[in-house]
């Protein structure tokens, strides 16, 4: 089982950036592939990036495809969704997740976190 811990979140303006961490208890961090997912008031969770267990590939939503980037080190069991160039669009609850394999859906990934709230204002 693993244990999912979100941080970085926060208030910025549009064009600003943010850091995203999601921390994992768990000594098998480094078999799971790891999402980012978020959910905006009213609507529903949307997958936003993804990095598999294996050669680190990445993946993305084609709303974030060149502003976000999604990474990990598996000897500090964490993962990181950095992200520049913020749009008022982005603001959400984003949430990590963990899952056996590589997926762009959230019934995809066994394991989330509690979420962190970004705001983007104008």
């Known amino acids: 089982q693993v244990q999912l811990v979100e941080s970085g979140g926060g208030l910025v303006q549009a064009g600003g950036s943010l850091r995203l961490s999601c921390a994992a208890s768990?000594?098998?961090?480094?078999?799971?592939?790891m999402g980012w997912f978020r959910q905006a008031p009213g609507k529903e969770r949307e997958f936003v990036a993804a990095?598999?267990?294996?050669?680190?590939?990445?993946y993305y939503a084609d709303s974030v495809k060149g502003r976000f980037t999604i990474s990990r080190d598996n000897a500090k069991n964490t993962v990181y969704l950095q992200m520049n160039s913020l749009k008022p669009e982005d603001t959400a609850v984003y949430y990590c997740?963990?899952?056996?394999?590589?997926?762009?859906?959230?019934?995809?990934?066994?394991?989330w976190g509690q979420g962190t709230q970004v705001t983007v204002s104008s």
């Open positions: 990095i598999s267990w294996n050669y680190g590939r990445t």
């Open positions: 997740a963990a899952g056996y394999r590589l997926a762009t859906i959230s019934a995809g990934y066994s394991y």
């Open positions: 768990g000594r098998t961090f480094s078999s799971y592939t």
